[in-house]
């Protein structure tokens, strides 16, 4: 597996969102990507980093940026974890 480096290109994924809905990065051509990894929904330092994307989400929306958060939880703990919060982007 090859390490990312800032400016190359991610592989595309899919994953399923906490809808149960099915993501797929290359959705997102032509976009700018902020993607995001942590470890655990509702931890303390997650939960931080979380609200604080979701605060900063209008002005990554005026750059053409999505803001996409993954971890290894289910979409069901995303579901709870955005409900609980009001996160506003993507969990994956």
């Known amino acids: 597996m090859q390490k990312l480096e800032i400016g190359m290109k991610a592989p595309v994924f899919r994953a399923l969102d906490s809808q149960n809905t099915e993501f797929s990065l290359a959705d997102f051509r032509g976009k700018y990507v902020v993607v995001y990894f942590y470890p655990k ?45 009001g996160l506003r982007h993507v969990l994956l």
């Open 41 to 85: 929904d509702n931890t303390p330092g997650c939960t931080l980093e979380a609200q604080d994307f979701s605060m900063l989400l209008d002005e990554f929306s005026a750059l053409d940026c999505v803001v996409i958060g993954i971890s290894p939880d289910s979409p069901k703990s995303h579901n709870n974890f955005v409900t609980k919060y």
